[in-house]
């Protein structure tokens, strides 16, 4: 009976003339370029300048496909050095195989090289491209759906990935879509730290570090659903055991860092604008305060301000240093009549008393 089914590509690339344009590099290309525009918006949104998460990039992404790609044959060298095997296949990245622990432990590597050299935190900026990230990890994983590789448990769900190639062991049949659960799985994360980001004002890496929690959490039971060869530990898979540790050292960061440093920074690059939309750097308006303070001082002994204005808030007359004014009233212009004679006043007495005797 037929089932219905996720078709494999019959090829997982497409020569355009002598160019080979593989589907597994296109999904790599395209996630970076998601991670790198949310982040950036991101960035701003936290008081950065644009343009500075593409420039950190520039050292993260390299690291990262050099650490996922030591990753993946490190932990599955049998593949290219046990015997029949070419060890030069070890350098092929477009054939698949680069293992997320390892990209993102030496991508912070390059991202900590960038943010030095820029002078801003670390953990304000993975904070700001964490749902880039894992949105990135989304689109990645449809590169393992042109390969035909990382898939699942035999099943007969409607939803069933059917493998047609026979390669390297494979067995046509159809399986549970293992990239396809993984996918939804870092849409789902991704939306989640936006959420709690919002949310709980996370800071300080914080946000990274619940990325990185809630992957493991998806990655440990959709890795146990893989059937591709592995090591295994204690009867889990390797991955399985790496998830878990990752898990607790992210939920151990996240208790520790909100009790040393709650809340977010305030700056995250200088001559950055402020969260709030300012295009004026809070160092700035310090320096500013001080300077107003060291004015007031000055004001204090010399009772003027630095503009010539006093105290009592008027603005003296444009005169020299040498010219003070007078407190005395202004004298008068208009004559004075002479006083009276002390004779004069004695006559005028004697008249009025014989006027009076009389």
């Known amino acids: 009976m037929d089932i219905a089914y996720i078709p494999s590509p019959s090829h997982g690339v497409v020569h355009l003339g002598p160019i080979p344009l593989r589907g597994y590099a296109f999904c790599i290309i395209i996630g970076v370029f998601v991670a790198v525009w949310l982040g950036n918006k991101r960035w701003i949104a936290r008081g950065g300048r644009p ?43 477009w054939q698949g195989g680069l293992g997320i622990w390892g990209a993102i432990a030496l991508g912070a590597v390059g991202a900590w090289i960038g943010c030095r050299r820029r002078g801003i935190p670390l953990p304000a900026w993975a904070d700001a491209l964490a ?18 590789e990382l898939y699942g448990k035999a099943t007969d769900v ?5 493998i047609t190639s026979s390669t390297d062991g494979r067995v046509p049949g159809y399986y549970h ?13 991704g939306f989640l730290v936006i959420w709690a980001d919002r949310r709980f004002t996370l800071g300080h890496g914080r946000a ?16 146990y659903m893989r059937v591709d060869d592995a090591h295994h530990i204690l009867g889990l898979r390797l991955n399985d055991w790496t998830a878990m540790v990752v898990f607790l050292l992210a939920v151990i960061y996240i208790v520790v860092s909100a009790r040393l440093r709650p809340g977010r920074e305030e700056v995250v690059e200088p001559d950055g604008d402020t969260p709030d939309g300012d295009a004026v750097a809070l160092d700035k308006k310090a320096d500013d305060k001080a300077d107003s303070k060291a004015d007031d001082e000055a004001a204090e002994t010399t009772g003027k301000k630095s ?41 005028a007495r004697g008249e009025a008393e014989s006027a009076k005797k009389v």
């Open 51 to 93: 343009g500075t998460v593409a420039d950190i990039a520039v050292w993260a992404v390299p690291f990262g496909l050099v650490g996922g790609r030591l990753y993946h044959v490190i932990t599955d060298y049998e593949l290219y050095f046990s015997d029949g095997r070419d060890w030069v296949d070890a350098f092929k990245v």
């Open 131 to 148: 749902p880039g990230i894992v949105f990135a990890q989304a689109i990645g994983r449809w590169g393992n759906w042109f390969n035909q």
């Open 158 to 162: 409607p939803w069933a990935l059917h």
């Open 177 to 189: 879509p293992t990239f396809l659960y993984e996918s939804l799985w870092c849409i789902g994360v």
């Open 208 to 223: 990274f570090a619940l990325y990185v929690a809630a992957y493991c959490v998806g990655r440990g039971w959709i890795e």
């Open 307 to 347: 503009d010539g204005t006093k105290l009592d808030g008027k603005k003296p007359d444009a005169k020299t240093d040498t010219e003070t004014e007078s407190d005395e009233p202004a004298q008068s212009t208009e004559p004075v009549e002479p006083a009276e004679s002390e004779e004069s006043v004695e006559a």
